[in-house]
Each structure stands twice: as C-alpha cells, then as structure tokens.
C-alpha cells in the first residue's frame, strides 16, 4: 500500500544500482525496500547507464517518483555490469610488503614509483549469490577481498583531478585466486595467468561516487561459513583510484566499464594467514557502503 503522503523527489542514501534480470529482459535498476526501481526508460542497459557519467544520476532523481518499480522477489540480480576490461592493482602498501616477505625479499622501491597491475578476464564475471564451480586443477582455492572503481568516461593523458572525475561508481570485489597454480606462474615473471582468469566475483551493486569515497578509509571483513576470517576498519590504500586510473590513461584510452580492483588489504585473503578455503564453503565479502558479495563453492 502506498503511504498517504508522497514526498518529493529524494536522493536514496546511497545510489546504490544492480543490473537485474526479469523474464526474458535484463535491466538497470535500483532497490528500495522490497522493491527495484526500473531505470530502463533513463537507460535501457546498466552499459547505456554508466556510459552517460556521473550525470545519469540527476536524470534518475529526476524521474525518480514517475519511474516503474518491479517486487524485488520477481527479479534475479545479475553482476552490476559486464566489464569492458578488468585490471587489478596492488595498492595496499601492507599486502605489497607481505607478499615480498614471502619471498625472503624487501618490497621493491619501483612500487612506489608506478600503480603496478596485472590485466585479468572480463569475459568469467560472477555475480552476488552466483557460486563457483571449484576449478579441478586447483587444491588452495582462495579469495581477495578489494574494492573495485568503475570508470565512466573515455578519457586519455588524464590529470588525477580529471581521472576523478571520470570514476562513476566503485563495488565489491573478490579477485579468486589459485594459489598453488600462482606460485609457479609467478616463477616465470609474467605475472599471474590461469591462476586469476578462471573467476573474478563483482556486487551485489555499484555506488556511486559522489556517494562512496575509498579515500575515506575503508571498513571490510570477510567470512567462511559464517566465521570471521579478517576485519579491518579505516584501511587506506597508498595509492588512489585517481591515480590508478590517470596511470592507465598515459597515451591511452581508458573507457566507460573499465573495472580497476585495488588489490586487498593485508589479511584479507587466506594467503596472508596460511588458511584456505575448504570445499563447499559460503564466502561473504563486505564493505561498509558498497554491500556484502557471496559465493558458494560448489562441485564442479
């Protein structure tokens, strides 16, 4: 039943957007209550919708009120987009440092100069509640929990102020890892391979990023069947999605969908504490304003 009282437009704390499926149709939207706010007469897909920036979201408020609402418990939501190419950082300086001490080593003083990366498979995206299938090849599954921005604007040779600015949104993140099969990959100095492209877990929404600042210190935790792995709150990243995303803008092309992960936090992976995932486990990965992503590991 609708309230006597209709209020004027609002802007819903925080814009939270999913890309959901309906029948034979997938479609942009946003939830509130047990509903979803269909946003496909603004944008018929989330791709339209991040394509126009940051400026959609005027559009939205605007319309917000008139705009056709599906029950929420009819629809099934999807990952919040299909990315056009996926790259993810090492920006956490205590993960850079641990990684480095596993190998009897100091961290290289190049981190500091260069957001380093390494380019991942955009095309074996999952979903919130999506599980995955546990990859045959593969005894020490395990998960990353990170934070991921999600560009809004082409852009090329950008200033940080202007990288910023072409941010649209940022999600939760969980970059799986098989980390017997990434030991010897990494031997070889090309960085990681099969042992990243089989999966990369994005949700349950984007927040938008006027909205979510990771600049602001980062609350997370993760949980393995319900039991606390790792908490951290006020973690900060050394170096900054702006920064990320000007890098990757130097006599290049960054577009609208690019995803950027920022690599996790110390502790925030089995790797950093000697721990892995058993079979058949519920992950949850949560981050203070973005939502909480879960995946359960099934069977192949």
Not at 145 to 167: F, K, M, N, P
Not at 197 to 211: H, N, R, Y
């Amino acid at each position: 039943m609708r309230p006597w009282y209709r209020a004027p437009p609002v802007r819903w704390p925080p814009m939270r957007l999913v890309r959901f499926e309906m029948g034979d149709s997938i479609r942009p939207g946003t939830p509130v209550g047990d509903e979803i706010v269909d946003l496909s007469p603004i944008a018929h897909s989330m791709e339209a919708l991040i394509a126009r920036g940051r400026t959609v979201v005027e559009a939205i408020e605007a319309q917000f009120e008139a705009l056709p609402r599906q029950p929420e418990a009819d629809a099934r939501i999807l990952a919040p987009l299909q990315p056009a190419s996926l790259r993810d950082f090492l920006a956490f300086e205590d993960h850079a440092k641990a990684g480095a001490a596993r190998r009897g080593e100091d961290l290289n003083p190049a981190w500091y100069e260069m957001p380093v990366y390494y380019k991942g498979n955009h095309r074996s995206i999952l979903g919130p509640d999506e599980p995955l299938a546990w990859p045959t090849w593969t005894e020490k599954l395990d998960f990353e929990l990170e934070v991921a921005c999600i560009v809004g604007a082409r852009g090329r040779d950008l200033t940080e102020q202007e990288a910023e600015r072409a941010i649209f949104g940022y999600t939760v993140m969980n970059d799986w890892s098989a980390r017997d099969v990434q030991r010897s990959e990494m031997a070889m100095r090309l960085g990681p391979a099969k042992s990243k492209d089989f999966a990369t877990s994005l949700g349950p929404c984007i927040v938008t990023a006027d909205e979510f600042s990771p600049e602001d210190g980062l609350s997370m935790r993760a949980r393995v069947n319900g039991e606390t792995w790792f908490e951290t709150t006020g973690a900060r990243m050394h170096w900054t999605f702006p920064q990320m995303v000007a890098y990757v803008s130097r006599s290049e092309d960054v577009f609208p969908r690019d995803v950027y992960g920022s690599g996790t936090a110390y502790g925030g992976c089995g790797l950093d504490q000697d721990r892995w995932l058993p079979r058949g486990a519920m992950v949850e990965l949560e981050i203070d304003g973005l939502g909480t992503l879960r995946t359960e590991l099934v069977d192949p």
